[in-house]
Antibody, heavy 120, light 109 residues
């Protein structure tokens, strides 16, 4: 069974750093792109970026380029989303999701989401 | 950058009725790259439809997708209570890759 299990909720102060995780199981981690999606409170879905764990190719949405860093550790089948200096506007739920396939760019499996709250 | 406009923003219907949700792209979309998701309150999105009209695994056949070019539709033939949720369309192109629409909230009338 394919599963993406994300790390737990975080409460941080502005300026702090953060790294959240997405652990994959039930499939070959290195064969599928993993994407990150933001959902701000009461708002819609925004694609942030994707990584191919097999060769570490990363693509960022222009809206998030330079604001976050995406990485993966294929030895433990885990993808990461990282901030070096959080802002209050980073408060949101962040989802990881597996891209369906090389020729099919939908996202077929999703993590449960990680709520990040940034407040002084 | 392709922009996806979903309409209506909110759709009020009763169980048993037919729902028609629209997703319009600002430029022509490769038909392979149009998907629909359902999101229940407090839950992660769930893939419903990919390739415009292919149902994802486990999705009931009351859900169907259609369209081409810039106009796409998600139809729910007979609404069940669990279908009331927010629906997003999503497309892919090479720059900047993935785009979601802003969503249609399907609410009980």
């Amino acid at each position: 069974e394919v599963q993406l299990v994300q790390s737990g909720a975080e409460v941080k102060k502005p300026g702090e750093s953060l790294k959240i995780s997405c652990k994959a199981s039930g499939y070959r981690f290195t064969s599928y792109w993993i994407g990150w999606v933001r959902q701000m409170p009461g708002k819609g879905l925004e694609w942030m970026g994707v990584i191919h764990p097999g060769d570490s190719i990363i693509r960022y949405s222009p809206s998030f380029q330079g604001q976050v860093a995406i990485s993966a550790d294929k030895s433990i089948s885990t993808a990461y989303l990282q901030w070096s200096s959080l802002k209050a506007s980073d408060t949101a739920i962040f989802y990881c999701a597996r891209r369906t396939g090389a020729s099919q760019p939908s996202f077929d499996y999703w993590g449960q989401g990680t709520l990040v709250t940034v407040s002084s | 950058e392709i922009v996806l406009t979903q309409s209506p923003g909110t759709l009020s219907l009763s169980p048993g009725e037919r729902a028609t949700l629209s997703c319009r792209a600002s430029q022509s979309v490769d038909s392979t790259f149009l998907a629909w998701y359902q999101q229940q309150p407090g839950q992660a999105p769930r893939l419903l439809i990919y390739d415009v009209s292919t149902r994802a695994t486990g999705i009931p056949d009351r859900f169907s997708g259609s369209g081409s070019g810039t106009d796409f539709t998600l139809t729910i033939s007979r609404l069940e209570p669990e279908d009331f949720a927010v629906y997003y369309c999503q497309q892919y192109d090479h720059s900047p890759a993935y785009t979601f629409g802003r969503g249609t909230k399907l609410e009980i009338k």
